[in-house]
């Protein structure tokens, strides 16, 4: 069972939307379900705005794929090293500066079952010490594996979010 003092507690809201403990399985739901979902919007859909300011489908993809490199990225620093102490990221900036809008949906779809394919491998390459190691990572402490728990726990979060305001 994943320990709340393995991640800051902004991030117990995303962890709390995986069941289970066996997060490489959970990953591998989400490397189906995910582009399922994503394939699933109409094209008129995908560059889609529920109130101005707020992202589209095609940008929350490419938000969710960002996010998985930046976690992963943090999960790998602290397996690896020691006395690991990482900087945050503006989410936003990636948005604005992502041109998702501009690609299409069969191109983003690639990319996260690239990322994904690369985080499930990297975690099953993890051994239990791994994966309890901890680090810090925008002020907070961070396991490897909630960094895990925490990707998959963000991907259902926006999923939720797609259902709810844009259809």
Request: overall charge negative; some cysteine; proline content about 2%.
């Amino acid at each position: 069972m994943i320990l709340s003092s393995e991640y800051g507690s902004y991030y117990a809201k995303y962890v709390a939307n995986v069941a289970g403990d066996d997060i490489a399985a959970a990953l591998m739901n989400g490397l189906v379900s995910v582009p399922a979902f994503f394939e699933e919007i109409p094209t008129e859909k995908q560059e889609y705005r529920y109130a101005e300011g707020k992202w589209t489908p095609k940008e929350v993809l490419l938000h969710l794929i960002d996010c998985e490199r930046v976690f992963m990225y943090r999960a790998m620093q602290i397996a690896r090293s020691t006395n690991v102490h990482l900087e945050g990221f503006d989410q936003d900036e990636f948005v604005t500066n992502s041109n998702a809008n501009a690609r299409d949906m069969d191109s983003l779809l690639k990319e996260f079952i690239a990322v994904r394919t690369a985080t499930i491998h990297f975690i099953q390459g993890c051994n239990d010490t791994m994966l309890l190691k901890q680090g810090r990572a925008s002020d907070s402490p961070l396991s490897v594996r909630a960094a895990a728990f925490i990707t998959r726990g963000h991907e259902l979060h926006h999923l939720k979010i797609i259902k709810e305001r844009y259809f």
